[in-house]
């Protein structure tokens, strides 16, 4: 069964400096993996995947994460952060095939 | 294309009451997912369905029901409501085939408090 670990329950950065949310997981076979954010009171939105293509994936926003086999790891940075990108963020594994199964989330704050 | 909705957005409710909470998808999606999210907790997923006619206990199933009515509504019940079931639910779909197999699209949510 895979799981996911996000190490750190709240970011804060300033804008217009990187951002770097850390995720972890486990898994016995090749994963699959997510970011989605969620912003205040919304739903959630996808931000990009991996899915055993390349290592590095690009989402939106100007958002991107890599796979690090070695590592098992699975970080999501931004080179730049804007205060649209206050959120929370979800580093998201996949179950038995069907469901997803989620990391407990990290808060992103930015400040001006 | 409205993608994945939910009704209501806002519930109050006393314990021991009862009530469902509904959803509905336009996308042609086989699977649909009910998940809860506490606060520092992520989502937890409560039931599934994999395809129409069939359901699935997930994480935290306890104090839920859910029908699949056809292929685009999955409804979730709380035959009797207690304290613990104050959450927000969202409800997801995913298409099950091709390259985006494994995305799931989720609704606006359903804020529900249980007095």
């Known amino acids: 069964a895979q799981s996911v670990t996000q190490l750190d329950s709240h970011v804060s950065v300033s804008e217009g400096t990187p951002v770097l949310l850390r995720c972890n997981y486990s898994?016995?076979?090749?994963?699959?993996l997510f970011w989605y954010v969620q912003h205040p009171n919304k739903g959630l939105q996808l931000l990009l995947k991996?899915?055993?293509?390349?290592?590095l994936v690009k989402g939106i926003n100007g958002f991107e994460a890599e796979f690090k086999k070695s590592e098992t790891s699975f970080h999501l940075t931004k080179p730049s952060a804007h205060m649209s990108d206050a959120a929370e963020y979800f580093c998201v594994g996949v179950t038995g095939g069907t469901a997803l199964i989620f990391g407990k989330g990290t808060t992103l704050s930015v400040s001006s | 294309n409205a993608g994945v909705t939910q009704t209501p957005k806002f519930q109050v409710l006393k314990t021991g009451q009862s009530m469902t909470l509904q959803c509905a998808q336009d996308?042609?999606?086989?699977?649909m997912y009910w998940y809860r999210q506490d606060p520092g907790m992520g989502l937890r997923l409560i039931y599934y369905?994999?395809?129409?006619?069939?359901?699935d206990k997930g994480e935290v199933p306890n104090g839920y029901n859910v029908s699949r009515l056809n292929k685009r509504e999955f409804s979730l019940r709380l035959e009797s409501a207690a304290p613990s079931q104050t959450s927000v639910y969202f409800c997801?779909?995913?298409?099950?085939?091709?390259?985006?197999?494994?995305?799931?699209?989720f609704g606006p949510g359903t804020r529900l408090t249980v007095t």
């Open positions: 898994s016995s076979y090749s994963p699959s």
């Open positions: 996308m042609n999606h086989n699977s």
């Open positions: 991996y899915t055993s293509a390349a290592t």
């Open positions: 369905s994999a395809s129409e006619g069939t359901t």
């Open positions: 997801a779909s995913r298409k099950n085939t091709g390259t985006t197999a494994f995305e799931q699209y």
